[in-house]
């Protein structure tokens, strides 16, 4: 009977020691799922980030470009600008002198050939004088851009560093 009640409660122990392990196994099996279900959307959630991130760059690098060809197109209209108000100067200058001729005692009879001229340069002054307030237009077109521009990329350089301050 000794032998039973040994036998037996080895037996008991057996069991125990079974169903303690196969609810450790079935407790495991569920914390494994779980992190498994954890890892994968902190995967997503880094996919999304690196994707916005990408997304963000390439946006910002278009900008960027964008700014630097307004920029050289400014320099390029400052440049043409400053040509076209030496022309104009020098015309200014010529037809002062040829108007000085024209009122000068004795010269009161130019010649038609100097007439002709004298309005075709008149014209000619009136003419880049229109390009020039066109161009100042276009100068003020582009700088108002290059503003916009600014403003995009002084934008974008804030959401990457707010996008950087949340992946940290």
């Given at each position: ?67 630097e060809e307004c920029r050289a197109e400014m320099q390029k209209m400052e440049s043409h600008m400053n040509n076209r108000e030496t022309e104009k100067n020098n015309l200014e200058q010529e037809v002062t002198r040829l108007t000085k001729l024209h009122e000068e005692p004795g010269q ?61």
């Amino acid at each position: 009977s000794k032998l039973e009640k040994s036998g037996h409660s080895e037996g008991g122990c057996w069991k125990s020691l079974s169903l303690f392990l196969i609810a450790a196994a079935v407790l495991s099996l569920c914390l494994n799922a779980y992190q498994f279900k954890l890892i994968d959307g902190y995967l997503r959630d880094i996919q999304e980030l690196n994707d916005n991130h990408n997304n963000k760059h390439s946006e910002w690098e278009a900008d960027r470009h964008s700014v630097e060809e307004c920029r050289a197109e400014m320099q390029k209209m400052e440049s043409h600008m400053n040509n076209r108000e030496t022309e104009k100067n020098n015309l200014e200058q010529e037809v002062t002198r040829l108007t000085k001729l024209h009122e000068e005692p004795g010269q009161d009879e130019l010649e038609k050939g100097q007439e002709e001229q004298l309005k075709r340069e008149q014209e000619e002054l009136q003419r880049q004088q229109e390009a020039q307030r066109q161009e100042a237009d276009q100068q003020r077109h582009q700088e108002e851009l290059n503003q916009e521009a600014e403003q995009l990329r002084q934008l974008l350089e804030g959401q990457q560093r707010q996008q950087e301050e949340q992946q940290h």
